[in-house]
């Protein structure tokens, strides 16, 4: 009886959205598009991006009869309280990040734990994730590796998260991720090739999935030179150091 009690709920339906892709189709399945028809409501980062993405993935409901629920780092957990009653009603519901994979470097965690919690199935779906495109193409270790968020902006705070970071790196070989602001990416390599030893490896990759894509992995020492040819400025970066 309590099976078929849970099968009349609802679920949380994790959709990844497109990092940069032109054409869906090259970076998520068909039948993820296919599951958004299952859902008249979704949780998301930003609305405009949101509703971009639906109508793109050939969402086939009035947009403007859909429900959004805005969920980004301003919104409280009292907020959320009541954004999943819907699933206790039979209903899905989708989540949304406002580029790649919800709930990686993103606020949809927050939604995630409530689901987890209140004993509502949770579906990731496969998509796009820049994180392990660029592990991937690093040519660095991929079996024991290790994601920082962001680093300090502080120049002298983050010059010591770098130098830490590279500890981590030849005391457990282990690869170092970590994301900046698109208009500190410039900075973030400087700091990099002028704060590392000269033969510790910088991966930069940036654009992933795009024309412009740009992935290289160098010693810090030569990306004090190379770093003069790239301009990194505003485009969406993952920066690795490994061996």
């Given at each position: ?232 400025h505003k485009r969406n970066t993952v920066f690795l150091i490994g061996e």
């Amino acid at each position: 009886m309590a099976v078929l009690e849970d099968m009349t709920k609802g679920r949380l339906i994790l959709f990844p959205v497109p990092i940069g892709a032109e054409e869906i189709g090259m970076s998520l399945p068909a039948a993820n598009q296919e599951l958004l028809a299952s859902c008249h409501t979704f949780i998301v980062e930003e609305l405009r991006t949101a509703r971009r993405f639906l109508k793109k993935a050939g969402y086939p409901f009035p947009i403007d009869d859909t429900v959004f629920l805005e969920l980004n780092e301003h919104t409280t957990h009292e907020e959320i309280g009541h954004y999943l009653d819907a699933i206790e009603r039979g209903e899905n519901i989708g989540l949304l990040s406002e580029a790649g994979l919800p709930c990686v470097a993103d606020p949809g965690a927050m939604i995630t734990r409530v689901a987890q919690r209140r004993g509502i199935e949770v579906v990731p779906l496969v998509g796009p994730s820049s994180l392990m495109l660029a592990l991937m193409a690093s040519g660095f270790n991929g079996q024991s590796f290790a994601f920082n968020g962001y680093l300090p902006v502080d120049k002298s705070k983050r010059a010591a998260a770098i130098r830490h970071l590279e500890e981590r790196l030849h005391r457990e070989h282990q690869t170092q991720l970590f994301i900046e602001a698109p208009y500190r990416n410039n900075q973030m390599l400087e700091a990099l090739a002028s704060t590392l030893s000269p033969q510790t490896m910088v991966c930069v990759a940036c654009d992933l999935t795009m024309p412009t894509q740009y992935i290289r992995t160098l010693s810090a020492a030569k990306w004090q030179k190379e770093r003069e040819k790239l301009n990194l400025h505003k485009r969406n970066t993952v920066f690795l150091i490994g061996e």
